[in-house]
């Protein structure tokens, strides 16, 4: 019997600094802004660090590392660096047995450029991320008191089938899809969503899904509401976050703490989140476990290395959490 059980992503992430990055503006940017190198010449990298990352094997760690017992699923291929992913979760005494393994591709790859301020752009090659095959998950065999979903390369058939599984099994489910997973649309999730009892996405995601203006928070929780019979949580970057549990509002910004690059800083809140309600079922205790893991994880390279320990909250001060109730 496994407290949490982890399906999700599984990559092997390159980060790269150099002096040579640019930031430029420009409307060819869907961000605004783009970051740029000179055609033609050759840059020094000033760091460059290896490690492992996607958000399966991400949240994976906080779990770990918070005192309970897990298992990931994701998919590798058979090659080192699927090794490495599978070495990584082992060290952290996560149960691995799960994992399926492909011949046919190569283990997922992303190339971070980072820019000084800890912006950065992500080169990412799926691999055999996309290649998630349902048949090969032993949902017979498993046994955890809470299921976490991941990305899931946007394989509907697994998410329906993990869903369903943890209803038949008395498993709450918590859920932080991929872009792939809301680009199946409101309607074909709503009841996956539904019977969730942790629903996670970032402000830009919640807004998409939902078909309504990026900045009109109330709207996005109201509607949300009425889906989501569970816990709602919102992601807003600098901002912080915002949750719901269909009865009151909880809102906290971020403890201001140093950056070095932002990369699994969103997986760190969502499984610090989880991670806190499945010890104590405390909304606010969660949200700052939640803030201070997320800004541990910024302070280093990569999505693992500044995952909190069980007792250690951060050298940073707790964050204020308001509470109000569901406007009607």
Known sequence: MFDVIVIGSASRDVFINSAGFTIIKG????????????????????????TTGGG??????????????????????????????????????????FFQKHDDDITAYSLILVQDGGERTILSYKGEGQHFTTTAVPFDHLQSKWLFLDSLGGHYDLLKSAV??????????????????????????????????????????????????????????????????????MTRGHDGVMVSDGTDRYKAGVPDSPIVERTGSGDALVAGFVSEYMRSGDIEKAIQLATANASSVVTQYGGKAGILKTGDMGPWPLVEVSISPRTK
């Open 164 to 233: 369903e599984w943890a209803t038949q099994n008395n498993v709450k489910v918590a859920t932080n899809p991929g872009s792939k997973e809301l680009k199946h649309g409101l309607e074909k999730l709503k009841p996956l969503l539904a019977a969730a009892d942790i629903v996670s996405m970032n402000q830009e995601e919640a807004a998409g899904l939902l078909g309504v203006p990026f900045d009109d928070v109330e709207q996005i929780f109201t509607k949300m509401d009425e889906i989501v019979k569970g816990i709602f949580v």
């Open 56 to 97: 399966g094997t991400n949240t994976a760690v906080t779990y770990a590392r918070q005192g309970f017992k897990a298992a990931c699923i994701g998919v590798v291929g058979t090659d080192p660096n699927g090794t490495a992913i599978l070495d990584d979760l082992e060290k952290e005494g996560i149960d691995t047995q």
């Open 27 to 50: 409307e060819q940017f869907a961000t605004g802004q783009g970051l740029c190198l000179p055609l033609g010449s050759k840059l020094e990298i000033k760091k460059l660090v290896l």
